[in-house]
């Protein structure tokens, strides 16, 4: 079991379908970030929300939109998404506002486009 | 800027001992250590923010060396719960430059 919660679990959605995936940690953390893994392949960042302010965004199409509504959760909505976005989606969440802070995954979305 | 890692995969007898380095091409502020098992999210094993820190705990230590952008993770008297890939993660001094994991080192330990 993780302290950060990820919902779905699993997600096969179209092309054309408008969904989004959820995150949520009650410790207190002031950072959360989305990561994307391809099988056999390192996390790698895509955003990172510093007390609910949008900090880092890693060159990430338009059709992923970050949300972090309050500081417990954190959204990432999907549209029009491509076959090669296909993945496993992780959030994490840290202490404070820098990356000097070890970061608790959640458990992650494994997302599939048809 | 993604870190390199060493070896890319090590298979171990159990309570044999395993050294996994992760070096970059940038000046770092810190380096991270996480074991990911299959199916599993990654885990936080340590952080290191200083040239020359060693930090560790319980048969699990690492080391770094901010001159040479080097770090170290050390395994002793493996147990088959340290199966798993092992990711670094280096944070650059460079303004502009993000957290990057390295490729991973794959780990299995065999009884």
């Known amino acids: 079991d993780t302290e950060v919660t990820q919902t779905p679990k699993h997600l096969v959605m179209g092309m054309t379908n408008k969904k989004s995936l959820k995150c949520e940690q009650h410790?207190?953390?002031?950072?959360m970030y989305w990561y994307k893994q391809k099988a056999k392949k390192p996390p790698e960042l895509m955003f990172v929300?510093?007390?609910?302010?949008?900090?880092i965004n890693e060159s990430v199409p338009s059709r992923f939109s970050p949300e972090c509504p309050n500081s417990s959760l954190l959204n990432l909505h999907l549209h029009a998404l491509q076959p090669e976005d296909s993945a496993l989606y992780l959030c994490?969440?840290?202490?404070?506002?820098?990356?000097?802070?070890?970061?608790?995954f959640g458990d992650g979305t494994r997302l599939s486009i048809l | 800027q993604q870190p390199v890692q060493s070896p890319q995969a090590v298979i171990l007898r159990e309570g044999e001992d395993a050294v996994i380095n992760c070096s970059s091409s940038?000046?770092?502020?810190?380096v991270h250590w996480y074991r990911q098992k299959h199916g599993e999210a990654p885990v936080f094993l340590m952080i290191?923010?200083?040239?020359?820190e060693q930090k560790g705990h319980e048969k699990i230590s690492a080391s770094f060396n901010e001159k040479k952008q080097q770090s170290s993770l050390y395994l002793t008297a493996s147990q088959l719960s340290y199966s798993g890939t092992y990711f670094c993660g280096t944070e650059p001094r460079n303004y502009g430059q993000n957290f990057v994991f390295g490729p991973g080192t794959r780990l299995s330990v065999l009884p």
């Open positions: 290191l923010l200083k040239g020359g």
């Open positions: 410790m207190g953390h002031r950072a």
């Open positions: 940038k000046a770092l502020y810190s």
């Open positions: 994490a969440s840290s202490q404070g506002s820098g990356l000097r802070q070890p970061q608790h």
């Open positions: 929300y510093s007390y609910e302010k949008l900090s």
